[in-house]
């Protein structure tokens, strides 16, 4: 699935049916935005959690992928703007492409590698529209591949560390 979600590459996706039977209800980003998803393998129904950190201030994105080798992304960054876009993979190698749009007028596009297709492991880095750098990560354990010696799940962001609820 986001096997492959969200890094970049400069590519635009067609909306594909698969995608277009989501919801498109908003998302809230919180501790519960991964709630609600379920890690179907094969299924064009599967959801794992997207986190990106974008640029090096703490600004983050926190949202999901839906589908299977193609998809939508959706979700919040930390400011509070909407994000909307569509994954695709299948590339050489497990890579892939992204592209969202969020409401605040960010563009980002993603190329990403996927590190475990069953459970929608993706790594990727990607440009938004101002020029940030996009650091990427999803699956179906992200939070626990994110979690520090602490045990608290957290993003740095440059010198900025994201806590994740």
Excluded at 19 to 41: F, K, M
Aim: hydrophobic content about 40%; glycine content about 14%.
């Amino acid at each position: 699935m986001f096997r492959f979600v969200l890094p970049v590459a400069v590519c635009l996706f067609g909306q594909s049916s698969v995608a277009q039977e989501v919801s498109d209800a908003p998302l809230v980003a919180s501790e519960n935005v991964g709630s609600e998803c379920v890690n179907i393998v094969g299924s064009q129904k599967n959801c794992v959690r997207v986190l990106a950190c974008i640029g090096e201030s703490g600004l983050y994105f926190d949202g999901v992928a839906l589908g299977w080798d193609a998809g939508r992304l959706k979700g919040l960054t930390s400011a509070g703007a909407q994000c909307d876009g569509w994954w695709t993979t299948g590339g050489i190698l497990g890579t892939g492409t992204a592209k969202l749009r969020c409401t605040d007028g960010m563009i980002a596009d993603v190329f990403f590698y996927s590190q475990d297709n069953l459970t929608g492991t993706v790594i990727g880095r990607g440009k938004d529209s101002e020029n940030r750098i996009l650091h990427v990560w999803s699956g179906k354990n992200v939070l626990q591949f994110l979690t520090g010696p602490n045990g608290q799940p957290r993003m740095e962001c440059g010198a900025v560390e994201v806590l994740i609820g």
